[in-house]
């Protein structure tokens, strides 16, 4: 279940990620791409495992879930990409001093994030296993 869902769930995000990143130039509030990947492949593998699974089967995980909600995480991303240039010269040296603050502040979001959603991930996991190596004589 593990391998299944982690190979349904890395198809879709670099298919994802090649589409938004590559052919739509949005990356997210993020400078890289490795950050949009990285956020999207945990949040829509984190949040997957909640939804009832539902659609086709392959390799024995439903991935019609996975794709819609990746779909929808990544479009929520990709929205929040500034999209105005600077206009002028001084436009743009107040951008520069603004986006400062605002890329601490992400940088320390997206480290807290990706714990979360890591720990959900796991969260998910780990009861199954350790009730298994329970019930093991």
Do not use: H
């Not at 879709?12 to 589409?19: G, S």
């Not at 009861?127 to 329970?134: E, G, T």
């Amino acid at each position: 279940m593990f391998f299944g869902d982690f190979l349904i769930v890395l198809l879709v995000t670099l298919v994802l990620t090649a589409l938004f990143t590559g052919g739509l130039k949005r990356r997210g509030p993020w400078a890289s791409s490795f950050s949009f990947f990285s956020i999207l492949l945990l949040s829509t593998w984190g949040i997957g495992l909640w939804i009832i699974p539902f659609g086709p089967a392959f390799l024995g995980v439903y991935w019609l879930p996975y794709l819609l909600l990746g779909l929808v995480l990544a479009l929520l991303l990709s929205a929040a990409t500034p999209t105005r240039p600077p206009r002028n010269a001084r436009e743009a040296i107040a951008q520069a001093e603004t986006s400062l603050g605002i890329e601490k502040n992400l940088d320390a979001f997206f480290w807290v994030l990706l714990g979360i959603l890591v720990l959900g991930i796991l969260s998910t996991y780990l009861p199954a296993r350790c009730l298994q190596a329970a019930t093991l004589p």
